[in-house]
């Protein structure tokens, strides 16, 4: 049973535009959020992250969104960019007190920004 | 700061036989953590290493095994190679004073292929 979806495998859109993904969890546990980046041959590369405390967090061009109650978060990306075409995984973790700070990942977005 | 290391890129072999993958962790990193990403699917939790003691492991058989070293390397060891082994090994490093452990750095990881 997945933990974490990510229900959209691919979403286009036009640079400059907002690009939106998201993720769902069913783990009430999961107290630490997390979104990585991969491009093709390489491994992951970290985002941005959140804390089951706050509801938003921004880096840049980057936030992300925590709604605990309906276990949903989402990462915004604002304005895209062409290099911003990748493969977009939400992680999630229950911290301190679950597993020892182990991920569990969604099965990815792929994200194609058209120029 | 030298990120996280991997070797081999890519690696063939027969099932039945045994391999060792290798990973230097990121500079002031303390934690190593593996994954196996299969294709399609987001990276799965295998075990993590904090202070040469493993700290956490997911749903994965006794025949994957690991070793961290005193200067926080590590080796993921596969015995009895099976087909379905065959996929992306990622190592992740974490733990640096200050910044929350589950923030995991990964390294461009190793394609295992089992023929």
């Known amino acids: 049973d997945q933990q974490v979806k990510q229900n959209s495998p691919s979403l286009s859109v036009q640079e400059g535009r907002i690009s939106i993904l998201n993720c769902d969890y069913t783990?009430?546990?999961?107290?630490?959020f997390l979104w990585y980046k991969k491009y093709p041959a390489e491994g992951p590369t970290f985002l941005i992250s959140?804390?089951?405390?706050?509801d938003k967090n921004e880096d840049g061009r980057f936030t992300v969104f925590l709604n605990k109650s309906a276990k949903h978060l989402s990462l915004h990306i604002v304005p895209s960019q062409p290099g911003d075409s990748a493969v977009y995984f939400c992680?999630?973790?229950?911290?301190?007190?679950?597993?020892?700070?182990?991920?569990?990942f969604g099965k990815g977005t792929k994200l194609s920004v058209k120029p | 700061e030298t990120g996280v290391t991997q070797s081999p890129t890519h690696l063939i072999k027969t099932r039945g036989q045994q391999v060792t993958l290798r990973c230097s962790s990121q500079?002031?990193?303390?934690?190593v953590s593996w994954y196996q990403q299969a294709l399609g699917q987001g990276p799965q939790f295998i075990f993590q290493?904090?202070?040469?003691?493993?700290?956490g492991r997911g749903n994965f058989p006794p025949r994957f095994s690991g070793l961290q070293f005193p200067n926080y390397s590590s080796e993921l060891n596969v015995n009895a190679l099976e087909l379905d082994d065959s996929a992306l090994y990622l190592c992740?490093?974490?733990?640096?004073?200050?910044?929350?452990?589950?923030?995991?750095?990964f390294g461009p990881g190793t394609r295992l292929l089992v023929l």
């Open positions: 992740a490093s974490s733990g640096r004073l200050g910044v929350r452990k589950e923030t995991q750095y």
């Open positions: 783990n009430s546990m999961f107290d630490y």
């Open positions: 959140i804390s089951s405390i706050k």
């Open positions: 992680a999630a973790s229950e911290g301190y007190g679950g597993s020892q700070g182990n991920l569990i």
């Open positions: 500079s002031g990193h303390n934690t």
């Open positions: 290493y904090y202070r040469e003691e493993e700290n």
